[in-house]
């Protein structure tokens, strides 16, 4: 039985975004997803996100939860009835609670991978590692807050690189079937982003030169959210046949 809606606040959620070569992306992208392009780049990154009192959305807040996430993310496109979608498509979720590992697939959706997280942050400076419980997955990076993107980003404004990632709000991740993608829809009450400036960042899987030769993937900017309302809406699974 699948929980439809879930409720809580974004304490912390920091977008690290990389550039990337799209024909090297499109070996990544599983069907029925392909690369959503920004200036002739293919878009991906790491989301490092701390949770707090999340529970079902009828339930009183004191019964939710907190955690330490962290997903890899992929910009995508794909058609759908005649109609071109986009949103990301999500490799690998990892978290902190138990809970949530346990529930992922049976009660929510998405498989969550377990992790250990190691945090320290002030009001303008954050270092965030995790690694996974299987030794499969690291990730880390440390940053202080900013007021405008790197030069060289795609993205002309904070304005237009926030509005992009704001759109990509339908994620899919794997499920418990190896022939499914299951949907998880992110609806936020108050979006608001500031950019971070990054001095360091590690990525299991954007560090792996055998998928990510050199020069196909370099970072391209973060971002920072504190304090958001939100809600997350399970959504129809995707069928991942073809190709």
Aim: glycine share 8%.
């Amino acid at each position: 039985m699948r929980i439809s809606t879930i409720r809580g606040l974004i304490d912390r959620r920091i977008l690290v975004n990389f550039r990337v070569d799209p024909v090297v992306l499109s070996r990544v992208c599983p069907f029925p997803f392909r690369p959503q392009t920004v200036n002739g780049f293919g878009v991906a990154g790491i989301c490092l996100i701390r949770l707090k009192h999340i529970r079902p959305k009828l339930l009183p807040l004191f019964l939710g939860i907190s955690s330490e996430n962290a997903a890899h993310r992929i910009a995508v496109e794909w058609d759908a009835n005649g109609v071109t979608r986009s949103g990301v498509s999500i490799p690998r979720r990892d978290t902190s609670s138990f809970l949530n590992a346990f529930a992922g697939v049976r009660i929510f959706p998405g498989v969550h991978n377990r992790a250990s997280f190691d945090v320290r942050e002030t009001e303008n400076e954050f270092h965030i590692a995790m690694d996974s419980v299987d030794s499969t997955a690291h990730v880390a990076v440390d940053g202080e807050t900013a007021h405008e993107l790197p030069n060289d980003s795609i993205f002309a404004t904070v304005g237009k690189c926030s509005q992009f990632f704001e759109a990509g709000s339908l994620g899919y991740s794997p499920g418990n079937l190896t022939t499914q993608f299951d949907g998880l829809e992110l609806r936020t009450l108050n979006w608001h982003v500031q950019p971070l400036a990054v001095t360091n960042v590690q990525s299991s899987f954007f560090d792996d030169r055998q998928t990510f030769p050199d020069g196909s993937v370099i970072f391209d900017n973060a971002l920072l959210m504190r304090g958001i309302d939100h809600e997350w809406h399970s959504r129809e699974s995707l069928c991942c046949h073809g190709g």
